[in-house]
């Protein structure tokens, strides 16, 4: 079946430390997206990559990392920077073209501070 | 488990009931518009789009809206299941933007029995 998936689902950091979510998709999307998402907000956008070797800052990237080796794969590194990681983070894909294209998610990962 | 959706506001139906859920968006140049459904602890779910050259589409068991002349989109649920239990969230993007979304805050539906 195809999808997203990442891991772990649920991951602990402790002070100081650089953490790495994965996501891995075989939905031969192009574009590849992390969100954050807190209790009783909507999603925000931290970073976007819409081909491989490129990416750009979201709306809220400010402490985290990222990097698009393979079209399949698109981990976020929570830096020490991020002084309030404790969130979901959620993964999803879509197709660049045509523009407007839904994105779907992968199950999330579940980040919280030791 | 998922704390998502807490402070939400909640939509309470009657299983076997239509659910409304409306979203209010905020950018008058939006052209694309999404409803998902996000189950506890799990991603959000693709229910439905529609473009902005539309004013209604249906697919199953479900109907989107689209109020362009005061912003508005609903999504209509006909006999609600206790399996659409769920957080609904909209989004919105504008055509040319990377397919970046912009995401309301979420409805929580509670269907009792």
């Known amino acids: 079946d195809g999808g997203i998936t990442q891991s772990p689902k649920y991951l602990f950091r402790k002070e100081g430390q650089n953490v790495t979510l994965s996501c891995e998709q075989n939905?031969?999307?192009?574009?590849m997206y992390w969100y954050r998402q807190d209790p009783g907000q909507g999603l925000r956008l931290i970073y976007y990559?819409?081909?491989?070797?490129?990416?750009q800052k979201g709306d809220i990237a400010e402490g985290y990392s990222v990097s698009r080796e393979k079209k399949e794969s698109f981990p976020l590194t929570v830096t020490s920077a991020q002084k309030n990681p404790t969130a979901f983070y959620l993964c999803?894909?879509?197709?660049?073209?045509?523009?407007?294209?839904?994105?779907?998610f992968g199950d999330g990962t579940r980040l919280s501070i030791l | 488990g998922e704390s998502v959706g807490l402070h939400l506001p909640t939509l309470s139906v009657q299983e076997g009931d239509n659910s409304i859920i409306n979203c209010a968006y905020s950018?008058?140049?939006?052209?694309?518009f999404i409803w998902y459904k996000q189950e506890s602890g799990k991603g959000p779910q693709f229910i439905i789009d529609?473009?902005?050259?539309?004013d209604k589409r249906q697919g199953q068991r479900v109907t989107v809206l689209l109020n362009k002349t005061v912003k508005h989109l609903s999504l209509q649920i006909a006999a609600t299941q206790p399996g659409d239990s769920a957080v609904y969230f909209c989004?919105?993007?504008?055509?040319?933007?990377?397919?970046?979304?912009?995401f309301g805050t979420g409805t929580r539906l509670q269907v009792t029995l």
């Open positions: 999803a894909s879509s197709y660049r073209d045509p523009s407007n294209q839904p994105q779907h």
């Open positions: 939905l031969n999307h192009d574009a």
């Open positions: 990559s819409q081909i491989v070797n490129d990416f």
């Open positions: 950018n008058s140049a939006s052209d694309y």
């Open positions: 529609i473009r902005s050259n539309m």
């Open positions: 989004a919105e993007n504008i055509s040319g933007t990377a397919s970046k979304l912009t």
